[in-house]
């Protein structure tokens, strides 16, 4: 009887493990197999195929020299910047508006996070249309009278960026408001009651309690957003395919570009490893900081 208690102790024991052991090894293989793989390529003169003849920084070197890359580096600080800071501000509009208990809360939140539930290419490919001027906005606008308005963003080149934050907006900031709404229906009711009975106004109660603890949610929309803003390939291509010209280049589509159009692998690689350092930079101090604030 002890044995068959100790074998059935011991694969209850191991059946976790076994259970899990082929998903972390499909992991281990197919992402950070990769990841290293993609950082050896970085150093080497690989071309239309991989190759190992060593080159030291001399991807990065040239990396660095090209206008396209500046380009892109552009491009992702503009977009980063409003797509982030938008978003946060109307996802927590939003969130406040429905925290107020609102009739129709129910169908309201939805209507939000749908656009979430749609992927990007569905997005960029909806706004490609509503956005050119053939077929789109200016078109309707036109038809129904107003012969002189005019809205080309989407074929002009120094505005062409901004309408890729206007469809990431659209498609992210319900999710964001999501994130908010969860962490405002999380505060505890009588820390507000209290700050009302002391009189604080309602610009106060949000300024100096609400919003501060707020703050483990800030912080996760805001690496989720830049992880999305940085990595946006599918967007790019649905929506303006990196045009006009280059006007939307983006690192993700300069390194599929380099990678698999130009057969400049070395150097398509360098451009993944500098996103993923990006990343990592934002990724290492929010888990640390969420590790951190366990243990304490």
């Keep these: 009887m002890a044995t068959q208690a100790d074998f059935r102790t011991t694969l209850q024991d191991w059946l976790p493990k076994l259970v899990l052991a082929p998903s972390f090894a499909v992991t281990l293989v197919f992402v950070y197999g990769f990841i290293l793989f993609t950082v050896v390529l970085s150093f080497t003169g690989s ?4 190759r190992y003849d060593w080159v030291g920084f001399e991807n990065y070197e040239k990396l660095f020299a090209l206008p396209a890359w500046s380009t892109a580096i552009t491009n992702i600080a503009i977009f980063a910047t409003l797509y982030i800071t938008i978003c946060t501000v109307i996802g927590l509009m939003l969130a406040i508006f429905l925290d107020q ?3 129709g809360e129910g169908v309201l939140r939805p209507i939000y996070l749908y656009p979430m539930a749609l992927s990007f290419i569905v997005t960029g490919t909806a706004w490609k249309w509503f ?5 789109g ?3 309707i606008m036109q038809d129904w009278g107003w012969e002189s308005f005019t809205f080309t963003w989407i074929k002009d080149s120094d505005m ?3 309408t890729i934050v206007i469809a990431a907006v659209w498609q992210t900031s319900g999710f964001v408001m999501a994130m908010f709404l969860a962490g405002l229906r999380g505060i505890d009711n009588e820390i507000l009651k ?3 009975i002391d009189g604080a106004s309602n610009w106060q109660l949000y300024r100096r309690i609400v919003i501060p603890l707020l703050r483990p949610a800030f912080l996760s929309a805001f690496v989720i957003l830049s992880h999305l803003a940085i990595k946006s390939y599918d967007l790019v291509i649905a929506l303006t395919g990196g045009g006009p010209g280059r006007a ?3 690192p993700a589509t300069f390194m599929y570009s380099y990678t698999f159009t130009r057969n400049q692998m070395g150097i398509g690689a360098s451009s993944a490893v500098i996103m993923l350092m990006t990343i990592a930079a934002i990724m290492v101090p929010y888990l640390y900081a969420e590790l951190k604030e366990k243990k304490a």
């Design 47 to 50: 071309k239309m195929l991989p």
């Design 101 to 103: 208990k609102i009739r």
């Design 131 to 135: 956005l050119d001027p053939g077929i």
């Design 137 to 139: 906005l200016q078109r």
């Design 160 to 162: 062409a960026i901004y």
């Design 194 to 196: 209290a700050a009302q």
């Design 248 to 250: 939307t280049e983006m």
